[in-house]
């Protein structure tokens, strides 16, 4: 097994808890945890504590970070398409079974979805049902990035602010 390294930092939208193998980020967990392996920031993770602020800041649309991820080949299929769909968008499982072509699959791209232990990452809280509530395991926390993406996109179209 890889030696894992993992750190809990702090943001807006409080603690988020990081952890990273040699190779790359294996788990983001939204509070504090205790996670397997040494409590102690590594390089890559201070890189993506700072693209997770940028994000929340609405400086970055996307965290780009290299992955270290245990998954199936169907997994690693749904969990790349997630990261396909545009910033402040959404879809639902249905409509990412159908772009895989496998239309039947809409449960078990919803069960992916869930198992992604890499969420932000992976913006999981793209992902709705086809009734709009949250899919994501975070639920409430997965519709306020939802409306913080909205949020920063009507903010930056409006442009800077002038008297």
Same mark, same amino acid.
Request: glycine share 6%; aromatic share 4%; net charge positive.
């Given at each position: 097994?890889?030696? +894992?390294?993992?750190?809990? /930092? &702090?943001?807006? *939208?409080?603690?988020?808890?990081? =952890? @990273?193998?040699?190779?790359?980020?294996?788990?983001?967990?939204?509070?504090?945890?205790?996670?397997?392996?040494?409590?102690?920031?590594?390089?890559?993770?201070?890189?993506?504590?700072?693209?997770?602020?940028?994000?929340?800041?609405?400086?970055?649309?996307?965290?780009?970070?290299?992955?270290?991820?245990?998954?199936?080949?169907?997994?690693?299929?749904?969990?790349?398409? +997630?990261?396909?769909?545009? /910033? &402040?968008?959404? *879809?639902?499982?249905?409509?990412? =079974? @159908?772009?895989?072509?496998?239309?039947?699959?809409?449960?078990?791209?919803?069960?992916?979805?869930?198992?992604?232990?890499?969420?932000?990452?992976?913006?999981?809280?793209?992902?709705?049902?086809?009734?709009?509530?949250?899919?994501?395991?975070?639920?409430?926390?997965?519709?306020?990035?939802?409306?913080?993406?909205?949020?920063?996109?009507?903010?930056?179209?409006?442009?800077?602010?002038?008297?």
């Amino acid at each position: 097994m890889p030696h +894992v390294c993992h750190h809990t /930092y &702090a943001t807006p *939208r409080g603690p988020i808890t990081l =952890a @990273a193998t040699d190779r790359g980020i294996c788990r983001v967990a939204f509070g504090a945890h205790a996670l397997e392996g040494h409590d102690r920031p590594t390089a890559l993770l201070n890189d993506a504590a700072t693209q997770v602020q940028q994000y929340l800041a609405g400086r970055r649309r996307a965290i780009d970070l290299p992955l270290d991820l245990q998954a199936t080949p169907f997994q690693r299929r749904v969990w790349q398409a +997630v990261m396909e769909i545009p /910033y &402040a968008d959404e *879809r639902t499982c249905a409509q990412i =079974a @159908a772009a895989m072509g496998r239309p039947s699959a809409h449960r078990s791209v919803g069960s992916a979805v869930r198992a992604c232990p890499v969420p932000l990452v992976v913006p999981v809280h793209r992902v709705v049902r086809a009734d709009s509530a949250a899919h994501a395991e975070e639920g409430r926390l997965g519709r306020a990035l939802r409306q913080h993406e909205r949020r920063m996109v009507r903010q930056q179209a409006a442009g800077p602010y002038s008297p």
